[in-house]
């Protein structure tokens, strides 16, 4: 069984930083729609959806759980197709975090977890692959 990695051995910081900043962006986003929008509809509930994610992802990063990780950064790059594709069908009345493959953000929630993906099976510094 991996034992998890303790938060002063983090192999990937930077990672545990951003998403940790991308999870306050977008709870912040969804919290301030709920309490600035006349009627509170689907993207709001969609970017909290996202934003939750986003703080498992970090937590699951900081206590070095990479199979988590993992399958939250799946999760988050299914959520982001199904809400996207979803929207060309079905238009929404306003943007989510998820909205437009994430256009309203650089594309950053597609590329994100795209990359952490890879990241996390990336060879650690003593060679070995991380165990799944």
Do not use: C, N
């Not at 939750?52 to 299914?78: F, M, N, P, Q, S």
């Amino acid at each position: 069984m991996e034992q998890p990695i303790r938060p002063t051995q983090l192999r990937y910081p930077g990672f545990v930083g951003l998403y940790g900043f991308w999870a306050v962006a977008v709870l912040s986003r969804a919290i301030s729609q709920y309490f600035t929008r006349p009627t509170v509809a689907l993207p709001t509930h969609l970017s909290l959806v996202a934003g939750l994610i986003y703080l498992a992802i970090t937590y699951w990063a900081w206590k070095g759980d990479i199979r988590r990780v993992r399958y939250g950064l799946w999760v988050e790059i299914v959520g982001i197709m199904l809400v996207s594709i979803g929207e060309s069908y079905v238009p929404l009345p306003y943007t989510s975090a998820w909205s437009h493959f994430g256009s309203g953000y650089l594309w950053l929630p597609l590329i994100l977890p795209i990359g952490g993906v890879i990241l996390s099976f990336r060879p650690t510094r003593t060679g070995a692959t991380p165990r799944v």
